[in-house]
Structure formats: C-alpha cells, structure tokens
C-alpha cells in the first residue's frame, strides 16, 4: 500500500523553526517529484517546495525563499522542510504528495498526498 505520512507540525513562535517530515511507503523516491503544499483556513492550497528527483532540483515559492529548505535522506525514505524565521502567515495544514515522473509540482497532477500536519505560528 502507497503511504505518506507527515509529522512535525506544531506551534511556534513567529522567528521560530519546525521541520517537517513526508515518510514513503510502498514505493520510493526515485523517478518522482515530491511536493510541500499547504492550505491555510478559508484559502486555496498552495505550493511550497518541490524536488525533483530525477535531478535534485529544487524550487520554493516566493513567500518561502531563504526560509525552508526541502531535503531527503534516502536511507529512511523520507522527505524533510525545514522551516525556519516561521511567520504567522505561514499557519496552514501542511501536505506532502508524489508526482511518478514529474517534472514539476503541480497539485492536480499529484498521485499521493499524505494526510497533512497542522502548523500554527504565533505572533
């Protein structure tokens, strides 16, 4: 069974950190993009990060550039956002999802979405 299941959310302060993990079962990494998106209360889901890894390469949104920082550790599988200088606009259920031979991060194209883990980050 194809699983992905995120942990790391919490509460923070805002200048704060969390890292948030994706862990896969049922299949690996390889061949496909694995995305950060993140809806917050009454608004649409965004993308934040997305890794290719097809060739490692990475890309951020606007809102997240020099902040949080995608990363794997293949060993275990898993997908990592580090977070870091947390604004309380970043507050959103944060999701991570698969892409089988993506080359970008689209939502609608996703074929595995994780169940999400809820981020607040207080001023």
């Known amino acids: 069974e194809v699983q992905l299941v995120e942990s790391g959310g919490g509460l923070v302060q805002a200048g704060g950190s969390l890292r948030l993990s994706c862990a896969a079962s049922?299949?690996?990494?390889?061949?496909?993009?694995i995305g950060w998106f993140r809806q917050a209360p009454g608004k649409e889901r965004e993308g934040v990060s997305c890794?290719?890894?097809?060739?490692?390469?990475?890309h951020y949104d606007d809102s997240v550039k020099g902040r949080f920082t995608i990363s794997t550790d293949n060993a275990k599988n898993t997908v990592y956002l580090q977070m870091n200088s947390l604004k309380p606009e970043d507050t959103a259920i944060y999701y991570c999802a698969a892409h089988w031979a993506g080359a970008s991060c689209v939502a609608t194209m996703m074929d595995y979405w994780g169940q999400g883990t809820e981020v607040t980050v207080s001023s």
């Open positions: 049922g299949f690996t990494f390889d061949d496909y993009a």
């Open positions: 890794l290719l890894f097809s060739d490692g390469i990475t």
